[in-house]
């Protein structure tokens, strides 16, 4: 990458100008981020190297995505989860999750420390609370939680694994969860809330230290919040619409933010010409390696 991509101001790796670029994950045997375009029904790699942009197709639009420990992806897609190598080409869908609600589509998703695959479902329309959080295991077997929510997301883990955080993005509201070793999530509690004029907390990650990194929808910035949900900074970006983030890079000091164009006007975008790219920078705090799916 140039050297102007290293420093401490968010810097468009990637103009991709997705409709609704989400779920970014760094792969590190690649050297490569990938992350998904929901609406455009594509996935994409972000080569560090070379600082190409590669794009594919899938059979059914992901909307979130884990590496796999035999490679590929495990993939929360618009009807249920499925596996997807794009080297390969290959896609096995592995059933839906919820025939009963065809409005509902996945969101945001995340491995955990334990190698299980998360993900919440949501109203597409987003007008209805019909959204519930989801546990993949290695077994392939799909366990049900938490439910209620009108936009699913996060979802995000702490380094010992034993503190899920998740978010209803459309109630400005980040939660917590207290996990046992099974992976069975205790009472949520609320971490954060926002309110008017702050944006919408959307896709997070976790740093070394234990905090989160939040992407704010509307909100023109990243925030990093204490592990006790205290905001400690806020790093402005130049999209009004931020997606979500996740650590990459050598020794994982390098925050990537995917973003979103969709619902932007003409004249909005015409303000924020690089809106639904790609975004980094070294924020001065350092990630967590992903435990990759374990199935």
Sequence with gaps: MADHQNGATPICVSDCRSLLGEGPVWVEREDALYWVDIKGGLLLRLDIGSGATTQWTPPVPICSLAPRQGGGFVAATYRGFAFFDPEKGSFEFLGEVEPDLPGNRFNDGKADRRGRFWAGTMDDSETQASGALYRLDPDLR??????????????????????????????????????????????????????????????????????????????????????????????????????????????LDRLFVTSARIGLSAEDLAGQPQAGGLFSWKPGATGLADMPFQG
């Design 142 to 251: 799909v366990h049900r939680h938490d439910e209620g929510y009108r936009v699913t997301n996060g979802p995000a883990f702490s380094g010992d694994g034993r503190i899920l955080y998740h978010t209803d993005s459309a109630r400005q509201i980040v939660y917590a969860f207290d996990l046992d070793d099974r992976g069975e999530p205790g009472e949520r509690r609320v971490l954060a809330r926002f309110g008017e004029g702050d944006g919408y907390p959307d896709g997070m990650t976790v740093d070394a230290q234990g905090c989160l990194w939040i992407a704010f929808w509307d909100g023109w910035c990243v925030r990093r919040l204490s592990p006790g949900g205290d905001v400690m900074a806020t790093i402005a970006l130049p999209v009004q619409r931020p997606t979500s983030c996740a650590f990459g890079g050598e020794g």
